[in-house]
């Protein structure tokens, strides 16, 4: 974590993602492991970011769409309960679109185009100058979505706190404009293991890049995607050095292995020589099927009921539109829109 947290109970918590794709084990360290702790100390909305989503997949509405109900399942699979957290879809709550209206208002189109993480994702698209208007904007519709829920704490992986410095830039440039604190500033809970390459090597695990294991992963995919994971192309013998730097395998036994002292041992051998890869990778494939195998039965007790999922979509959207509307309200008023 990187800064201490308010400690009330009544601080919001809004994350989500894009439901472009079913979620993964970057998720997984990034934020979901977050997420299910702090759902008990704070109250916690987790956003499916349709309307985002579709900033970079017009062309494929259609997996937006089904990726909805795919994501809610990954979430609950991992632990989120919905009598802690409240589920929502962005789409379906049109003040949050007026909210991205007004802000950007309240932000450059330069001060857009030098948000790093925008950045990088304009370059991994290849998007060039042909870069749709909706995907420059979207951290106005990030602060839209964080300060409409007069959210305090964001948990997110580390390449969005731009985003976070982006929406306290606007809360702050509104706040002033009002003359009082109206929307309050948000803090990024990012978790102190950074980001999690893919199994490739590539510094993220990511959906787009396709280097992921997914947590709703069978046996079988976990078994094969651990034989892929990249470990140290100079450890050619058994009986040579190994390196863990950039090793992947250890990097996911850091994340992931509950026996971190037995951990620290195999570490020592295999930087001495004597320690196959095939070892490291059978100890990475048992920690990762017994993290992985609850969630994947979870998930397939809830998929079987995919009305009770949508039930607590829709209920869960309804609660979290009366929030956004009081504070759309509110912002109305400052901005002297109060005609009748
Ligand atoms: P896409 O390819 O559509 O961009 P993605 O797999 O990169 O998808 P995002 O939807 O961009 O995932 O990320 C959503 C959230 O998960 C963000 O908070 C991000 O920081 C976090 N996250 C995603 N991948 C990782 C990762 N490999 N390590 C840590 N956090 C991650
Ligand atoms: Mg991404």
């Not at 997914?214 to 100079?234: F, H, I, M, Q, W």
């Amino acid at each position: 974590m990187s800064t201490p947290v308010p400690a009330s109970s009544s601080t919001v918590i809004l994350t989500g993602d894009r439901p472009t794709g079913p979620l993964h084990l970057g998720h997984f360290v990034g934020s979901l492991r977050n997420r299910v702790a702090y759902q008990h100390e704070y109250r916690q909305f987790i956003m499916l970011a349709d309307a985002q989503a579709l900033t970079d997949n017009m062309d494929d509405t259609d997996k937006v769409k089904r990726n909805v109900i795919e994501v809610a399942l990954d979430y609950l699979a991992v632990g989120i309960d919905p009598a802690l957290s409240t589920l929502l879809i962005q789409s379906q709550i049109p003040e949050l679109a007026e909210l991205t209206f007004y802000y950007l208002n309240l932000v450059t189109v330069a001060r857009l185009e030098r948000n790093p993480t925008v950045k990088e994702e304009i370059r991994l698209r290849g998007f060039e100058r042909d870069i749709p208007a909706g995907f420059l904007t979207y951290p106005a519709s990030q602060a839209a979505d964080i300060s409409g829920f007069k959210a305090q704490l964001v948990p997110v992986g580390e390449d969005q706190i731009p985003m976070i410095e982006q929406t306290n830039e606007i809360v702050r440039r509104f706040n002033r404009m009002a003359g009082r604190e109206v929307l309050l500033e948000a803090q990024a809970l990012v978790p102190a293991l950074g980001r999690l390459p893919g199994i490739d090597g590539k510094a993220k695990m990511s959906k787009s890049m396709g280097n992921t294991i997914n947590l709703g992963a069978t046996a079988d995919e976990v078994r094969a995607a651990v034989k892929k994971v990249y470990t140290d192309p100079l450890h050619l013998r058994v009986q040579d050095p190994g390196h863990l730097e950039g090793n992947v395998a250890f990097i996911y036994l850091d994340a992931f292995d509950p026996d971190q002292a037995g951990l620290a041992e195999l570490k020592a051998r295999y930087v001495q020589g004597g320690v196959g890869d095939s070892v490291v990778k059978a100890r990475l494939e048992g920690c990762l099927q017994d993290l992985l195998e609850p969630i994947r039965t979870r998930r397939a007790q809830f998929a079987q009921d995919r009305g009770y999922v949508m039930q607590l979509l829709k209920e869960g959207t309804a609660k979290a539109r009366a929030i956004v509307t009081a504070t759309v309200d509110e912002v109305r008023e400052v901005l002297g829109l109060r005609y009748f």
